[in-house]
């Protein structure tokens, strides 16, 4: 059984590579204790992804750690159990239901509404920014608030309660941030928060917000009932900003790893998209799919994995998978873009229009008015963030001179 090595968080592509080479999937020891199978090349992944006996219900659990796992991730409160009820927990029929309800909430036109409002918000932020003055923390003044703040107008919140939501997602996505009691007390918050909204719109009146969609969409009668959209607002408010807030950062750190390709990106705009794109694939925000479930004894690259198994798919390394990506270290924007940053299949991310948009103009908005911005440490400086789930830095100091970073870590 495989451990994952010390360096894991900062840098996992040699350790996948390794992996890669002796199999498509291995059975890992996470440093909770917790084992599992974890999938590491492209066409196992689509696979597992895709797989009717894999479920994502935590109540499809049938082995004895399954069932542990599960119950830790579901929590072990009214209120964990509560936050529990939405799209990534959902198999078939009740999946295809919820997705049903929740994707004209995600509609492209919604979504390209958004546009004016996502880059006045940029340049709101860009105009406190003072790189005068010294290194500035990007992701602290720029990639948080931005998505936490369309995050927070999208659901109908005060932008004044984006704090507390960045503490109560850290306490949910980041091991090295929070204990179980801290995860306890954040989706209590959590739950305790999204009731008090949903109860003011029931009493003073539905606006244009999400929530407000939420507590009216029906499809022939069936609507969401009040744990399931307390669970969606919960899903779109962690998910809805942790991809993008490093999505984003994980783009300006790859651009100014080369800082000509940072420069060219000032005069040639239009080259933000398969740039993203690249990004995604080569160090994307997502490094571990969420958890998944064996309901049968299944056969993946003739290994065969039991009945009542963890199962957990390395989208960072099935996206480096050498089968399917040339010279996948290579940091290549003009590739074909069929990575899977986002998932595949059913649960498909529903929001990725939406951080394909926000990355877009964050990073064009950023280059036309920080067109000298350099980072202000070296490669041995960069703290990542010790998340099995989310692959980023936990903070992005820059300035207008500073050190390059060495782009292998990337």
């Not at 918000?121 to 005068?132: K, M, T, V």
């Not at 990106?265 to 239009?270: F, G, H, S, V």
Request: aromatic fraction near 6%.
């Amino acid at each position: 059984m495989r451990q994952l090595p010390a360096d894991f968080f900062r840098t996992p592509y040699a350790f996948y590579r390794q992996l890669r080479a002796e199999g498509p999937v291995h059975q890992i020891s996470l440093r909770n204790g917790v084992r599992a199978w974890l999938v590491v090349d492209y066409d196992a992944a689509r696979e597992v992804l895709r797989h009717p006996d894999i479920r994502k219900d935590p109540h499809s659990a049938t082995g004895a750690q399954a069932r542990q796992t599960a119950a830790g991730s579901s929590g072990v409160t009214a209120a964990n159990q509560r936050l529990s009820y939405h799209l990534l927990n959902a198999d078939p029929p009740r999946h295809s239901r919820l997705r049903k309800l929740v994707t004209p909430a995600f509609a492209p036109a919604r979504m390209d509404a958004l546009a004016s409002r996502v880059e006045s918000i940029a340049d709101e932020l860009l105009d406190r920014i003072d790189l005068a003055a010294g290194p500035v923390d990007l992701l602290e003044e720029y990639a948080f608030p931005l998505p936490i703040t369309v995050i927070c107008e999208l659901l109908g919140v005060p932008v004044e309660d984006r704090e507390a939501f960045r503490e109560w997602s850290a306490a949910v996505v980041d091991t090295s941030m929070s204990t179980p009691e801290g995860m306890r007390k954040a989706t209590d918050a959590i739950v305790d928060y999204f009731d008090g909204l949903v109860a003011m719109r029931r009493e003073h009146g539905l606006g244009d917000d999400l929530i407000s969609h939420l507590l009216t969409v029906t499809d022939d009668g069936d609507r969401l009932s009040h744990d399931e959209l307390i669970s969606m607002a919960f899903l779109i408010l962690v998910a809805g900003h942790e991809t993008t807030v490093n999505l984003i950062g994980n783009t300006v750190l790859t651009l100014l790893t080369d800082p000509p390709r940072y420069r060219a990106l000032r005069d040639d705009p239009d080259a933000v998209a398969p740039l993203i794109e690249e990004v995604l694939r080569h160090n994307g925000p997502v490094n571990i799919a969420t958890l998944r479930y064996t309901t049968a004894p299944i056969a993946l690259g003739g290994t065969e994995i039991p009945a009542g198994e963890l199962v957990m798919v390395a989208l960072g390394s099935a996206n480096r998978d050498e089968r399917h990506f040339a010279d996948p270290a290579a940091f290549d924007p003009d590739r074909p873009s069929n990575h899977m940053a986002f998932g595949y299949g059913i649960h498909y991310c529903l929001g990725a229009g939406l951080a394909r948009m926000e990355a877009r103009i964050a990073l064009t908005r950023l280059v036309a008015r920080c067109p000298e911005l350099r980072l202000a440490v070296g490669d041995e400086e960069l703290r990542w963030r010790e998340s099995i789930l989310i692959r980023g830095v936990q903070d992005l100091p820059v300035d207008l001179a500073g050190a390059p970073v060495d782009s292998a870590l990337l």
